[in-house]
């Protein structure tokens, strides 16, 4: 795999960065402290790319994940990725985890059984946290057990995943969403 290029690119949350090959998204990251950090995040990530303009089918895919963080419905799982870097086992973890629609949730156990390796969840979040694009593959959206919130590898942490549970309107088991009226 070999990224082209990448970019920063402005979001109602921050400065997001995209890197791509001529395959697809090879890494989409959440906004560090501040532009600089996610520029040399991302020079670390795709060290052999340029920063440059993304073609029109990555700048097709960036209105998509603008409009998401920004509040609206968006369902992020038709963008065309490039993970054939990452092993099989996480791979298979990455397209179980873009089915879940936003505001949709599971377990890090739920995932596990649907990837057909029911008992390791544990795995799961390991590659879960290996996520390389953000968002797209929604690792928000895995919970640990119970409806606790778990763990979350991008700037921010675990923080950064409730903001964007909070920004799809996800519900947390019988709990009403902080968009609900009365709640």
């Not at 993970?83 to 596990?112: D, I, K, N, S, W």
């Amino acid at each position: 795999m070999s990224t082209l290029g990448h970019a920063l690119f402005d979001t109602p949350i921050g400065s997001c960065g995209v890197a791509w090959s001529e395959a697809g998204i090879t890494d989409l990251l959440l906004p560090g402290a501040d532009p600089s950090r996610t520029r040399a995040a991302l020079r670390r990530r795709a060290p052999q790319s340029a920063e440059m303009a993304p073609p029109p089918e990555v700048r097709a895919a960036l209105v998509a994940v603008r409009a998401l963080l920004g509040g609206q419905v968006r369902d992020l799982a038709d963008i065309v990725l490039d993970l054939r870097g990452a092993p099989a086992f996480h791979q298979r973890v990455y397209e179980a985890a873009r089915r879940l629609r936003p505001g949709q949730t599971c377990t890090y156990g739920e995932l596990a059984e649907a990837v057909g390796e029911a008992g390791a969840a544990r795995a799961v979040g390991q590659a879960l946290g290996a996520n390389p694009c953000a968002v797209i593959v929604p690792c928000h959206r895995v919970l640990a057990a119970r409806g606790a919130s778990g763990g979350f590898s991008a700037p921010g942490g675990v923080a950064t995943k409730l903001r964007l549970l909070e920004i799809e309107r996800a519900r947390f088991g019988s709990q009403p969403s902080l968009f609900e009226a009365g709640s």
